[in-house]
């Protein structure tokens, strides 16, 4: 049940002593980089005196601008050539940002991903099919080298090429697979356009969800499509990849790994500490890092804390499902909408299909939003009144979740662009 059971059960009290050590020590390297000692001097903080977590609150957070102005070297804590490989933000445009990593960061990483794999049940007998990009984007490799340390089969197959990894999938006999949720969604469709079925005809048991986030509604019907159990994974490049938190298999909450990472949940917008069970911003602090600590970085990832013990028996804290993210949010008619709230009531209906997007433009000064659905091919029989009907009732439901009414269209299966990458769900055409 437990990779690391000394680590995974350790006593609270146990585990804020090991926080406050490696908290120092964290200190420490970060005055070596040029950002940190910077900052420090700026604000008049004396780092001897950041004794324990609740000591950083002095210290202004970190954000993705202040990683981009520092490139390339301005968060590196130890000398280049001690550096053994680097990672990058997946945009396109702009600077982006770069984290390093030692040899001995690529070994903690490497072990914090396995330890998160073995609580989902992965085992050294397992087949592991990786469908995730490899290169500058960590998710592939990180997940990789997870998999080899549990001593699973791996199969680095990455992402796209979807007849190809329908064949590994029934070859190899895949038995768990790392894929973004929307990916598995039109998967499914193209393995049954094949003539086959994604329970029956596959071995899989185990999917990994990762890079993008997903309601509970998605993983609800991803986990009835597939007859397997999907497990919320939650990772960033800045501080680390995947593996930052990671369900169990009661699949209550992600547990965040607090022997690596410093945990605090903030109001975005006063940066105060947020009340038990409310939603904030993820703001961590790496605590087991060589080459690029960060102190308090502002992940822009929402969600909120769980307090009940969880019954696997890890102490770690458990965060949600991430609600959303502070720039995905947009703002219609002075409402503030996340996608994953029109997502969650799209999902939540069985006779919707597995696609959906967001059209928002402007009208005689007037913001308009459109809801482009797609059902199931067996609503288009001709009952224009059971459609009429559908239309409204998701029309209903989705004033209810977010205060407007857009216009549902209901359009038919596969008439909505795919990709077998991130699918963009908003499109915004509302002049600037």
């Not at 301005?74 to 550096?83: G, I, M, N, T």
């Not at 549990?150 to 190899?172: D, E, M, V």
């Not at 605590?287 to 690029?292: E, G, N, P, S």
């Amino acid at each position: 049940m437990y990779w690391e059971k000394q680590l995974e059960t350790i006593p609270r009290e146990e585990l804020s002593l090991l926080q406050a050590e490696r908290l120092q020590k964290t200190i420490i390297n970060a005055q070596k980089t040029s950002f940190y000692r910077r900052l420090f001097a700026r604000n008049n903080i004396d780092p001897e005196k950041i004794k324990s977590p609740e000591d950083l609150k002095v210290i202004p957070p970190t954000t993705k601008a202040d990683l981009r102005e520092g490139f390339p070297f301005d968060f590196l804590a130890v000398p280049l050539e001690e550096v053994i490989r680097l990672h990058s933000s997946s945009g396109t445009t702009g600077t982006p940002t770069v984290i390093y990593y030692t040899a001995s960061d690529l070994d903690r990483w490497t072990n914090q991903v396995a330890r998160s794999l073995y609580a989902v049940g992965m085992r050294k007998n397992d087949v592991f099919q990786n469908m995730m990009s490899y290169g500058l984007f960590t998710g592939g490799l990180g997940m990789h080298y997870g998999a080899e340390r549990l001593g699973a089969l791996t199969i680095p197959i990455g992402a796209g090429n979807s007849k190809r990894q329908i064949w590994f999938l029934k070859f190899f006999k895949s038995t768990a697979i790392h894929i973004i949720p929307s990916y598995a969604l039109l998967l499914a469709q193209l393995i049954k356009a094949e003539g086959l079925d994604p329970h029956q005809d596959f071995n899989i048991r185990i999917m990994l969800l990762g890079a993008e986030p997903h309601s509970e509604e998605t993983r609800l019907r991803i986990e009835e499509i597939y007859g397997a159990k999907a497990y919320n994974s939650y990772g960033l490049s800045e501080v680390n990849g995947p593996g930052v938190a990671f369900e169990c298999v009661f699949q209550e909450g992600m547990h965040l790994w607090e022997d690596y990472y410093i945990l605090e949940i903030l109001n975005p917008q006063t940066l105060s500490p947020t009340p038990l069970g409310e939603v904030g911003e993820i703001v961590l602090t790496t605590i087991y890092r060589d080459a690029t600590p960060l102190i308090r970085y502002r992940t822009g990832d929402l969600a909120f804390l769980l307090e009940e013990p969880c019954p696997c028996g890890r102490t770690h804290q458990r965060i949600s499902r991430i609600q959303g993210r502070t720039d995905d949010m947009f703002i219609f008619r002075g409402v503030n909408i996340f996608p994953m709230q029109i997502e969650k009531v799209l999902m939540s209906n069985p006779e919707v299909g597995n696609n959906y997007r967001i059209i928002l433009e402007r009208e005689d000064y007037r913001d308009k939003m459109m809801v482009e659905v797609e059902i199931k091919p067996e609503l288009f029989s001709g009952d224009l009144q059971k459609l009429a009907r559908l239309k409204e009732r998701i029309q209903s439901e989705l004033h209810s979740e977010i205060l407007v009414t857009p216009e549902v269209v209901l359009v038919e299966p596969g008439s909505i662009p795919t990709s077998e990458g991130k699918i963009q769900r908003v499109i915004d055409r509302r002049p600037l």
